[in-house]
């Protein structure tokens, strides 16, 4: 098995995955990448971080709020298949440049035969997704259930769409991590020694 350079976490929605994400990267002395994806989205593209900001990790019509580029794009296409495109390339670039922790976007799949990654899945109960969502997002908690089905659901279309993949199927990761359980210290250890010990 070859060293592996990127941990790569896809998350339910309020399980703690881009916490866990900065833990890890910070036990290892690696960069992590989330919101920073986008910003390096909309720098490659010639558009604004907010216009990024709707088309990632969800499906929407192309018609859905029209975006004017700088130069180079084909306005016809599907607005999410041109951010998933371009957030491909600097994942890849990224993940062969240095070791990184990258969350959400499909990383896993998209370095699955490009760089050596640990393919990770953060999930947790219900009950405990929902008092995250209050504690951090100032959620209601009678709006949290419907807020984490929606969230999920636009996380498992994304993927689905762009991988064929279950986005919450076993199968598809390397490992999957109950931070629930674990707890996100817990996670981030398993996550770093598992870098670390690689071969």
Not at 164 to 191: K, T
Request: aromatic letters at 8%.
């Amino acid at each position: 098995m070859a060293k592996i350079r990127v941990a790569a976490i896809q998350r339910q929605y309020c399980s703690g995955g881009r916490e866990i994400a900065k833990l890890a990267a910070k036990r290892l002395g690696i960069s992590c990448y989330d919101k920073e994806l986008a910003e390096l989205t909309a720098a490659k593209l010639g558009v604004t971080y907010e216009e990024i900001a709707k088309y990632e990790e969800t499906l929407v019509s192309p018609l859905f709020s029209p975006v004017t580029f700088r130069s180079g794009i084909d306005r016809k296409q599907n607005m999410s298949e041109i951010v998933f495109a371009a957030q491909a390339d600097i994942i890849t670039e990224l993940a062969k440049k240095e070791p990184c922790i990258i969350v959400g976007r499909c990383a896993g799949f998209i370095l699955k035969n490009n760089v050596p990654a640990l393919s990770v899945f953060v999930y947790s109960s219900q009950e405990n997704r929902m008092q995250h969502a209050m504690e951090c997002h100032d959620i209601s908690y009678e709006d949290a259930p419907s807020l984490l089905r929606k969230m999920d659901k636009k996380r498992a279309d994304y993927y689905r769409t762009n991988t064929q993949r279950e986005w919450d199927a076993m199968s598809s990761y390397d490992i999957c991590l109950n931070s629930g359980r674990l707890g996100f210290e817990g996670c981030a250890d398993i996550i770093a020694e598992m870098i670390e010990k690689s071969k």
